[in-house]
Structures are given as structure tokens and as C-alpha cells.
């Protein structure tokens, strides 16, 4: 029998002369890889309505080991994602960590949602808001496979550490205890591996966790009364892959990319 689905599309990898494996993302929330008969040929039907970053209804029939993608047709191209290398880079980067990370993990459903309107959101954003919007969907996608940093209160011994974050000029973070640690934690437990951070780049993880993307894209989440200045952008992009390499993958190629691209 034949499924219907949407998908978004992941990565499109060459078969034979003319055809396409494609790994989707299906909106039931777990991750499908099937062949597109002939969709390298020029002026094929099923090549055009799968494109990378778009979600496409797909018709899926069973094939001998790979389903065989049989109909498609675009939901929503997300073309500006494909439009320059930043904006790619940017979308690479999220659809790589979802394809990593849903390869053999169990459905979640809210994860197709997130990454929709992260894709919607790298196409309309201009190329200052490209890192911001690609830190926030990375950390959403972090916090929803149940690995979000502690921010507001030490992880530790759950005090806020909102006096901290004001007062201080740098708070104690540590990846692998998975949070902030607060000044009276750190002077009685001897902690390794943690390092000093900038209290904004703490408080601007936090919104980006927490901020919907299209506040976010209109820079109407504030901190201490100021937007996100590009450079801090770049830091908090830089905090965000330690965070994914120590807790869910040790290399996304594009997001190293993406660091790298000036
Ligand atoms: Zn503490």
C-alpha cells in the first residue's frame, strides 16, 4: 500500500544515472529514506518538488529494501534558503543536526513543526540574522531532544542566578554538568572543565531557547534593552556547537561552515 506524507527534505544523495535517494524528515517525526526513479533527469516531474529545505507531499510505495518515491509535490520551496551561501549554510546546518539526530531515534512529531518554521524563518531573514536564527533553531532542536542548558538557576543547587547574571561580569558554564553554576557552588565544589562566559551570551541563549522565531526575526526580543549585534551572534553560534558536539553530535560539517564564513 502506498503512505502519504509530508516531508522535509534532508539531503538528496545520487543513485545510478538518473535517480535520487532522499532522506526526509516526515511530519509524523521520524526520518524516511527513499528512492526518486528518474528525478536527475532534465524536466523531471518528481526532481523539481524536491528540492533540499522544502517540504513536499510525498507518495511513498514499498520497494524491495528503499520505499519508491512515486508523486510529489511542493508544500512550501523555502527557494530562499537555496538563494546564497550564507542562507544555505545556515539551513544546512539545522537539517544536518535533524538528519543526525532522527537517523534512529524514535518519532517526535514537534520536531517537523520547529524545523519548518526554522526554515521559513533562515528565508526570511536578512544576512545579519542568519547566525542568530540558525543559534535559536539549533538550541530549540537541542532543548526538545531533551538536552537544554540550565540558564536561569545554578545546576547545582537550583538557586536563580539572576543577581549573578546582572552583577557579574562573567558566570562559571559547564557543558557536561549542563548548566551555570552560581558563585557559591563553584568556591565549594571543585568542578572541572567549566569556563567563564559573558552573562549577556548567557541571557541571549536563554531568549533564543524560549523566543518565537518571528519575534525573533523582527528583533523584538530585547536584552538589558538591546538587540543581538552581530558579533555576539557569531559567539553565541560558537557556544551552541560545543554544546550539540559535547551532547548530541560531534561534528556538523555545516555549521563549521557556516562559523567560518566571513
Ligand atoms: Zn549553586
Given at each position: 500500500m502506498d503512505d502519504s506524507t509530508t516531508l522535509i527534505v534532508l539531503k538528496k544523495t545520487k543513485l545510478g544515472e538518473t535517480d535520487l535517494i532522499i532522506n526526509g524528515f516526515s511530519e509524523q517525526g521520524f526520518q524516511i529514506r527513499a528512492v526518486a526513479k528518474g528525478?536527475?533527469?532534465?524536466?523531471s516531474k518528481l526532481g523539481v518538488h524536491l528540492e533540499l529545505y522544502s517540504q513536499t507531499r510525498v507518495l511513498v510505495s514499498k520497494g524491495r529494501s528503499l520505499g519508491i518515491i512515486t508523486e510529489a509535490q511542493t508544500v512550501?520551496?523555502?527557494e530562499s534558503c537555496r538563494s546564497d551561501v550564507l542562507h544555505s549554510a545556515g539551513a544546512a546546518a539545522i537539517v544536518e543536526l535533524l538528519d543526525k539526530i532522527s537517523a534512529d531515534s524514535v518519532a517526535d512529531a514537534r520536531l517537523f513543526a520547529l524545523v519548518c518554521e526554522a526554515l521559513r524563518s533562515i528565508g526570511d531573514v536578512s544576512d545579519g540574522s542568519v547566525r542568530m536564527i540558525t543559534a535559536a533553531a539549533l538550541l530549540k532542536i537541542a532543548s526538545q531532544s531533551g538536552?537544554?542548558?540550565?540558564?536561569?538557576?545554578?545546576?547545582?543547587?537550583?538557586?536563580?542566578?539572576a543577581s549573578q547574571l546582572r552583577g557579574n561580569a562573567q558566570v562559571a558554564f559547564s557543558c557536561s554538568q549542563g548548566g551555570v553554576i552560581c558563585d557559591c557552588c563553584l568556591s565549594e565544589i571543585v568542578e572541572q572543565g567549566y569556563t567563564q562566559i559573558d552573562p549577556q551570551l548567557v541571557e541571549w541563549a536563554e531568549v533564543l531557547i524560549t523566543g518565537r522565531f518571528k519575534d525573533l526575526e523582527r528583533h523584538e526580543l530585547l536584552c538589558n534593552g538591546e538587540e543581538l549585534c552581530d558579533d555576539l551572534g557569531q559567539i553565541l553560534l560558537e557556544w551552541t556547537r560545543e554544546w550539540i558536539r559535547f551532547h548530541?553530535?560531534?561534528?556538523l560539517k555545516s555549521l563549521d561552515f557556516l562559523l567560518s564564513f566571513r
Amino acid at each position: 500500500m502506498d503512505d502519504s506524507t509530508t516531508l522535509i527534505v534532508l539531503k538528496k544523495t545520487k543513485l545510478g544515472e538518473t535517480d535520487l535517494i532522499i532522506n526526509g524528515f516526515s511530519e509524523q517525526g521520524f526520518q524516511i529514506r527513499a528512492v526518486a526513479k528518474g528525478a536527475r533527469k532534465p524536466g523531471s516531474k518528481l526532481g523539481v518538488h524536491l528540492e533540499l529545505y522544502s517540504q513536499t507531499r510525498v507518495l511513498v510505495s514499498k520497494g524491495r529494501s528503499l520505499g519508491i518515491i512515486t508523486e510529489a509535490q511542493t508544500v512550501r520551496s523555502n527557494e530562499s534558503c537555496r538563494s546564497d551561501v550564507l542562507h544555505s549554510a545556515g539551513a544546512a546546518a539545522i537539517v544536518e543536526l535533524l538528519d543526525k539526530i532522527s537517523a534512529d531515534s524514535v518519532a517526535d512529531a514537534r520536531l517537523f513543526a520547529l524545523v519548518c518554521e526554522a526554515l521559513r524563518s533562515i528565508g526570511d531573514v536578512s544576512d545579519g540574522s542568519v547566525r542568530m536564527i540558525t543559534a535559536a533553531a539549533l538550541l530549540k532542536i537541542a532543548s526538545q531532544s531533551g538536552v537544554r542548558p540550565s540558564l536561569k538557576e545554578c545546576v547545582f543547587c537550583g538557586d536563580t542566578m539572576a543577581s549573578q547574571l546582572r552583577g557579574n561580569a562573567q558566570v562559571a558554564f559547564s557543558c557536561s554538568q549542563g548548566g551555570v553554576i552560581c558563585d557559591c557552588c563553584l568556591s565549594e565544589i571543585v568542578e572541572q572543565g567549566y569556563t567563564q562566559i559573558d552573562p549577556q551570551l548567557v541571557e541571549w541563549a536563554e531568549v533564543l531557547i524560549t523566543g518565537r522565531f518571528k519575534d525573533l526575526e523582527r528583533h523584538e526580543l530585547l536584552c538589558n534593552g538591546e538587540e543581538l549585534c552581530d558579533d555576539l551572534g557569531q559567539i553565541l553560534l560558537e557556544w551552541t556547537r560545543e554544546w550539540i558536539r559535547f551532547h548530541l553530535v560531534s561534528r556538523l560539517k555545516s555549521l563549521d561552515f557556516l562559523l567560518s564564513f566571513r
